[in-house]
């Protein structure tokens, strides 16, 4: 892994540790986190200090990863995902001063559909394929199918 730096017109990238292979589009902020090898980062991606995003992922345009996110190896992440690391959000200074990252977790190989939204502090497991469009509120064992609002498992293509 190397670490690179760059604030040009189309791209922001401080400390950010990158593996080898790794692909960067244009307009695309990262900042103090980390990229796998054979990681792509698609176009007006946004990657949040302490986020790590493990080897040979697809990061697709107009996703926001927030600090506390941990992705592992071979994910793919749809257009326009949202990782929420603030469950209960406010705009007064007491809150402020409690407030702490409730981190997310996504497993290998797991798949997130466009538009989903992954809210913080869950854990979502191996092989798990989140429908676009999800709205994920709790945790999501591994080799599961989740749909909906708020997501829920599949089974046999009815909603459980």
Request: net charge neutral; hydrophobic share 40%.
């Amino acid at each position: 892994m190397r670490l690179v730096n760059s604030n040009s017109q189309f791209q922001v990238l401080r400390n950010v540790k990158i593996g080898d292979g790794v692909r960067l589009c244009n307009f695309i902020n990262l900042y103090d986190c980390e990229i796998g090898e054979g990681t792509l980062v698609g176009t007006f991606v946004e990657i949040q200090a302490g986020s790590k995003i493990g080897r040979n992922c697809r990061i697709q345009s107009h996703t926001f990863i927030c600090s506390g996110v941990t992705i592992g190896d071979e994910v793919f992440v749809g257009h326009g995902v949202m990782f929420i690391n603030d469950n209960f959000p406010s705009a007064t200074t007491e809150h402020s001063r409690s407030w702490a990252i409730a981190p997310v977790q996504v497993g290998d190989r797991s798949s997130i559909g466009t538009g989903a939204i992954i809210l913080g502090g869950v854990t979502i497991g191996q092989n798990v394929l989140i429908a676009a469009g999800a709205v994920v509120v709790h945790d999501v064992p591994d080799n599961q199918t989740v749909i909906g609002v708020p997501a829920r498992r599949v089974s046999g293509g009815e909603p459980r």
